[in-house]
C-alpha cells in the first residue's frame, strides 16, 4: 500500500521524504515495528513514542508521523500532524479499507448502563436476524470469536481492525461502549457514528490520568454528538443540555417524563423467588407494553434506550419484546438460579455511586432482607472502602464484608477500611475474608422474600491476589455450593 493512501483523509505536512513511499504496516508500538512499517509516535502517561524514533528506523520503519521535531536520517519519510492520535485513528480507518462504511455503528455513552445497553442492543439486532459484532468493557465480539477487553473502548486502530473482521465476518452492524477516555484520546475517530447514545452523567473518572475535573468529563462524553448522525439521549438526565450543546446530530430523547420523545409509564416491579423484572407502558413515538427480565428502574432508562434505537432502526416490535423478555447480562443484574426461596443475584456495582444506585433500585421491590457482600480491590484508593461500606450499611439489611482482588494488601486490613464505612451506617454485618464462605454463609441464612446481592466481581472470573489472577467465577463458586450442601 502506497502511504498517500493512508493520508487520504487526513490533514498533514510532509516534512521529508515522499508520499510514494510503499508501507508494509501500520504500527504505534515499537515493539510491533517491522520492515516497512509506519511508525505513529504518541505521547502517552508513561511513554512519549517520539523516543522510540531511532530504534524504530533501525528496526525498518520507513514512515515516521510525529506532532513534533525529531531527528531522522535521510530516506525516512516524516510526515507531521496537530495529534498524532487522531491521525493513528484515520490512518486506521484508511488501513482497514474504512469498515465502518460497511456497518450501521452505535456508540454509547454515559457513566453507567453502557454495558448493559450494549447487549440489549446486540440481543435485538440479532433476534431480528442481524448479525451484530460488539465492542465494551467485557470483551468484543465477532461472530462466535470473543476476545477479553483491556479497555472499554479500544485503541482506534484496534477499533478499526475488529470494524474489518466485523464486516468480513458477515456483521451488518457494530454496538459498542464510547468511553470519555475513548473520545478524548480519539480512539473512536476516523469515522462518524450512525447513531450516538446517551445513557446518564454523574461524576466519575475524575482524577490523575483520567479527567482533569468535571467540565473536562462532560466535555469529553458531549464529543460523541458531534461524530454521529443521531443520537438517542436520556431527556431526564440533570446533564443532558450540556452533553447535547454544540452537537450536529439530530436528536430524539427517552424517559419518564411525558415531554420525551419516547417515554414510560404504569412501571410495574415484577417479583417472584428467584425472579425479579419490570414491565411499563410504552408512549410517546412507538405505544406498547414492554417487560425486561432485569430488575430495577435504571432497567427502564436502559430498555428504553434500546427501543428508541431499535426504532430508528426499523426493527420490528416483536423480536425487541422477545429479545428484551429474555435478556441477561453477565454479572449487570444477573439473577442465579438456586434451590431457595430467596433471589440472588450478581452485579458489578464497585464503587459507592453504583451500589447505592443498586441497591435503592432493589429496595423498591420490597424484600424481606437484603444482604449485601462485597469487598473492595487492594492497592487502589482507600476512600471507595469506606464509602461502599457506608452505602450498604445504610442501605442493606445485612453486610458480608469479604474479599475482591486484594492484590498486596492483606485481606483483613481491606475489610477493617471498609468496616469503618459499616459503623457509620445502622445496618448489621459479618466479616468473611474467604469469598466462597462469604456466598455460602449468605446462601445458608437467607430466606423467602430475601434477595441476595454479590456486588462487585461482575463478569470478572478472577480473583487478583500478590500479582496471579487466580481463576473464580461466582457462578461456579455458587453450583459449587448447592452441591455441596445436598
Ligand atoms: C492513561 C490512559 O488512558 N492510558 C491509555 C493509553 O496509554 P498511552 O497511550 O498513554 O500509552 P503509553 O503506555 O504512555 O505509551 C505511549 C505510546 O508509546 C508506545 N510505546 C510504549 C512503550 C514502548 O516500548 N514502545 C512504544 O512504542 C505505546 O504503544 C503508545 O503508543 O492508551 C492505551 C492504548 O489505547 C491504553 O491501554 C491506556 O489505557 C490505560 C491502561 C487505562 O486503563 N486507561 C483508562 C483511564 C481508560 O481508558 N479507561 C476507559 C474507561 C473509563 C471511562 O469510562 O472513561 C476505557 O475506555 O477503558
Ligand atoms: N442506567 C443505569 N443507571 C444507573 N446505574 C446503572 C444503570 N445501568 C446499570 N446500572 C448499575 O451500574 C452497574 C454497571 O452497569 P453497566 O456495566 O451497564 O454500566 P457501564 O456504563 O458499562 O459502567 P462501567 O463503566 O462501570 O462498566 C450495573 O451492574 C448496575 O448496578
Known sequence: ???????????????????????????????????????????????DGHKFVGQVIEKGAKVVAVQRDVEVPNGVTVIRFDDTRKALAEMSAAYFGYPAEELTTIGITGTKGKTTITYMIQSVLEHAGQKTGLIGTIETVIGEERI???????????????????????????????????LMLHRVSGFTFDYGIFTN????????????????YI???????????????NGDDDYVERIIKGHTCF????????????????????QEPGYLGVSYDLKGKEEYNVHVDIPGDFTVYNSLAAISLCRHMGIQKKDVLD??????VKGRLEIMKTPGEYTLMIDYAHNAMSLESLLTTIRKYDPKKIYCLFGCGGNRAKARRYEMGEVSSKLADLTVVTSDNPRNEEPMDIINDILVGVHKGPGE?????????????????????D??????????????IKGVKHHMDERDLIREIITESV
Open 323 to 328: 429479545a428484551l423478555n429474555t435478556i441477561q
Open 219 to 233: 466535555r469529553c462524553k458531549s464529543l460523541l454528538f458531534q461524530q454521529c448522525r443521531q443520537g438517542i439521549v
Open 251 to 270: 436528536l430524539e430523547t427517552f424517559g419518564m417524563n411525558p415531554g420525551n420523545d419516547v417515554y414510560a409509564e404504569h412501571i410495574e416491579r415484577i
Open 201 to 216: 452523567l454523574a461524576e466519575d473518572h475524575i482524577g490523575e490520568n483520567e479527567h482533569k475535573d468535571m467540565d473536562d
Open 148 to 182: 477479553p477487553s483491556v479497555n472499554t473502548t479500544p485503541e482506534s486502530y484496534v477499533i478499526q481492525e475488529s470494524f474489518r473482521k466485523m464486516a468480513d465476518a458477515g456483521c451488518k452492524n457494530v454496538v459498542m461502549e464510547v468511553s470519555s477516555q475513548g
Open 429 to 449: 454485618y459479618v466479616t468473611i475474608p474467604d469469598r466462597k464462605e462469604a456466598i455460602r454463609y449468605c446462601m445458608e441464612h437467607a430466606g423467602k422474600g
Open 451 to 464: 434477595i441476595v446481592i454479590l456486588a462487585g466481581k461482575g463478569h470478572e472470573d478472577y480473583q487478583e
Open 1 to 47: 500500500m502506497k502511504l498517500s493512501k493512508l493520508l487520504e483523509r487526513s490533514e498533514y505536512t510532509l516534512i521529508q521524504g515522499t508520499e510514494d513511499t510503499e508501507i508494509t504496516a501500520l504500527v504505534y508500538d515499537s515493539r510491533k515495528v517491522e520492515e516497512g512499517s509506519v511508525f505513529v509516535c504518541i505521547s502517552g502517561a508513561a511513554f
